[in-house]
């Protein structure tokens, strides 16, 4: 494994996982759906900048060119954004991590989709099964349990699904137009969407320092860098290689949960952990078995 691509790797990984200790922070004063907007009005300007300082003035005409498949990549990222902040309200920021993690499973099925040489077959079927039992070792969920905890999970696995179509129309995208150009046109249509939500959730009284910092962070981190390394990883390393770091994703999550937030590291949660990093490991086919090699007599 190249050390560059696992440097960045870990970084894409730390800068997504970071989001939903962020999220939780700050969806504690401030609503869902305009810590949704914010977080993007924060973090368009800032990527539009990196594109116009790499590109210079031909970013703009390639933003005005890449304006409807941004708008498409808005929407498939201003689902789940607000569904994230949502569903923090419900359950923890490591639940959170670990039900997203199963993105690259949704990858693999809308790419083979689109694709049928890349059909999910055997051990990658399997692997999308084992996915759902992971999540509810994490959860812990039960016959007897809450309708809100139910509501949160699902509205994850809804974003979770959301965001892997993000990714797969972006690898069809990316070969057009340049990875900050594309991110850059992909957040500014996902926030025209949730301005409107945005305002109309605007908070009644003056946030605390806490929340402000958080919020930033969420934009400038785990949505401006992250976005930033998503594309620069798909171009230079493919679409297969880019969805390890949703394995990664959970570790960070549960990590960040556990240390700032003081969020239990229980072990069902770490053997759920397992369970769902085994499960997207086999879905993606990033883990196949070796078959025994028969021996002559």
């Not at 969920?141 to 509501?151: E, F, I, Q, R, T």
């Not at 992909?186 to 946030?207: E, I």
């Not at 998503?230 to 990590?255: H, N, Q």
């Amino acid at each position: 494994m190249r050390p560059a691509y696992l440097v960045t790797l870990l970084a894409s990984a730390a800068a997504v996982g970071s989001q939903y200790m962020f999220i939780r922070v700050a969806v504690e004063e401030l609503d869902p759906a305009f810590l949704a907007g914010a977080r993007l009005a924060i973090a368009v300007p800032f990527i539009v900048a990196i594109a116009v300082r790499i590109f210079g003035s031909a970013a703009w005409s390639d933003l005005r060119r890449a304006g409807r498949p941004g708008l498409a990549i808005g929407v498939l990222n201003a689902v789940p954004f607000t569904l994230v902040a949502w569903a923090e309200t419900r359950v923890d920021s490591g639940i959170a991590a670990v039900t997203l993690a199963t993105i690259p499973i949704f990858v693999v099925m809308l790419v083979a989709l689109f694709v049928p040489a890349e059909r999910v077959t055997g051990l990658r079927l399997v692997g999308f099964a084992l996915g759902v039992v992971g999540v509810a070792i994490m959860a812990g969920l039960d016959p007897g349990a809450s309708k809100v905890n139910s509501l949160g999970l699902l509205a994850l696995l809804v974003a979770a699904a959301s965001f892997a179509g993000s990714q797969v129309y972006s690898r069809v995208k990316l070969d057009a137009f340049p990875g900050p150009v594309l991110a850059a046109a992909g957040m500014t249509g996902a926030l025209l969407l949730l301005v409107p939500f945005a305002l109309a959730s605007l908070p009644s009284h003056a946030p605390s320092l806490k929340a402000v910092s958080a919020l930033i962070a969420l934009a400038l981190v785990s949505t401006a860098a992250a976005q930033l390394l998503f594309y620069r990883m798909i171009r230079l390393y493919g679409i297969g290689s880019t969805t390890l770091g949703g394995y990664l994703v959970p570790v960070a999550g549960l990590c960040f949960g556990s240390l700032f937030l003081a969020e239990p590291f229980t072990v069902r949660k770490v053997v759920g952990l397992v369970v769902t990093l085994l499960a997207v490991a086999l879905g993606s086919g990033a883990f196949r078995p070796r078959r025994a090699q028969r021996v002559a007599l």
